[in-house]
């Protein structure tokens, strides 16, 4: 693979966790990724890129977009920024004619995510999201056997996404619980990844109905300060989908599940058989056949734990044999990535999966407002 240089934009929680990532891939792929550098970061203060550069371990360090846009060294840009960003870094790099890897999700909201894909087709620019859990080789396990039909009809799904971190009412108001920065609240967060994984294993989500909640409407605008502030994200969502075949599900998260770490579980029922699989059990996916016979003592039938673990082919290392770990996924998502871009194609999950998963969010907010089943529009 030719020399790929990434110019990283923002390097805050999710800015190091695709640093690492990047890092690991010349390991795990030798052969392809022995020419991948880190050859830029941009954050907003001189301090703050100065520093990212030093730990990240990037050529050169920026504090405005365009510059970092511009560097000859740079052939991707990745866009790890808050989701307000998203807009100004993707046209930024789409006008200089560089890839995009995006963290997801693409924008603020369809509208913005039109214009993006619209300018990146005209461009010719390849854009790259940030769904890894894709890359979990137990759900790529899961989307080899619903393609081979082992599940037969698939009757109807659940998908839920649980974590528990703004249950203390203390926690500060941060970006993430305004709307005019973050686009929604855990539907965005969180359901993103579910809208992805339902859209990928089954099919193009046709309507919704949603429910939203908001557990805490004021917040400390900074930590220990008296003065409150307004959450005006969801703090948790409730859906009902119908697939484009129409086939039934829910998806449900929240971000106040009480005891809950990153608990991302799906469940999917067919006429011939059925799925299950739970992130905080990664390295295995449980299947129920049936079409083995019943009988005494429940004969043949029962739930059988698929080793999945971490099956990457042709990766250097770690061994399949070895426990998955969550960045690897990362890492992953942007091996795809690049591959796809070094080969002309288009990536998966690509513009398209962006845009589409952002008309669910704007589907999905229109039904909890209006109480009625929302269709929604073509990607």
């Known amino acids: 693979m030719a020399a790929i240089g990434i110019g990283l934009v923002g390097y805050g929680y999710i800015g190091r966790v695709h640093t690492l990532s990047y890092r690991e891939l010349p390991l795990y792929y030798p052969e392809a990724f022995s020419k991948l550098s880190l050859a830029a970061v941009c954050t907003s203060r001189k301090e703050t890129a100065q520093a990212a550069a030093a730990e990240g371990g990037y050529s050169s360090w920026f504090t405005d977009v365009g510059e970092l846009v511009s560097d000859s060294g740079v052939t991707v840009v990745d866009c ?17 004619r560089k890839h995009i890897y995006c963290e997801k999700p693409l924008a603020l909201d369809g509208a913005e995510a039109r ?24 759900l ?36 993430r619980m305004k709307k005019e920065l973050s686009g929604g609240g855990a539907l965005v967060d969180l359901g993103s990844h579910l809208i992805d994984l339902v859209r990928h294993l089954m099919g193009e989500i046709e309507s919704v109905r949603a429910v939203t909640k908001i557990y805490i409407p004021q917040r400390p605008i900074e930590p220990g300060s008296q003065t409150l502030g307004e959450v005006t994200v969801d703090d948790a969502a409730w859906l009902q989908v119908r697939l484009a075949g129409g086939n039934l599900g829910t998806i449900e998260v929240s971000r106040y599940a009480t005891g809950s770490l990153d608990d991302l579980n799906l469940e999917i029922f067919g006429s011939k058989g059925a799925l299950r699989f739970n992130l905080m059990d990664a390295n295995w996916l449980y299947w129920f056949d049936a079409g083995k016979a019943g009988g005494f003592l429940g004969g043949d039938r029962g739930w059988t734990r698929l080793e999945t673990v971490q099956h990457y082919k042709g990766a250097a290392v770690p061994p399949a044999r070895s426990i998955l770990g969550w960045t690897r996924t990362h890492a992953e998502c942007q091996a795809a990535f690049l591959r796809a871009v070094a080969d002309g194609r288009e990536p998966e999950p690509g513009i398209r999966d962006g845009l589409a998963t952002q008309l669910v969010l704007d589907a999905a907010y229109a039904s909890a407002r209006s109480d009625t089943w929302v269709e929604v529009p073509t990607a």
Do not use: C
Request: glycine residues 6%; without cysteine; charged residues 15%.
């Open 140 to 175: 790529m396990r899961a989307k080899q056997m619903i393609a081979a039909g082992l599940l037969g009809e698939i009757y109807t799904f659940r998908a839920e996404y649980y974590h528990s971190g703004y249950v203390d009412p203390q926690r500060p108001l941060v970006w």
């Open 80 to 96: 790890s920024t808050p989701n307000h960003q998203h807009r100004q870094t993707l046209l930024a790099a789409i006008a200089a």
């Open 115 to 138: 214009e993006i894909a619209r300018e990146a087709q005209k461009a010719g620019v390849s854009v790259g999201i940030t769904f890894n859990f894709r890359f979990v080789p137990a």
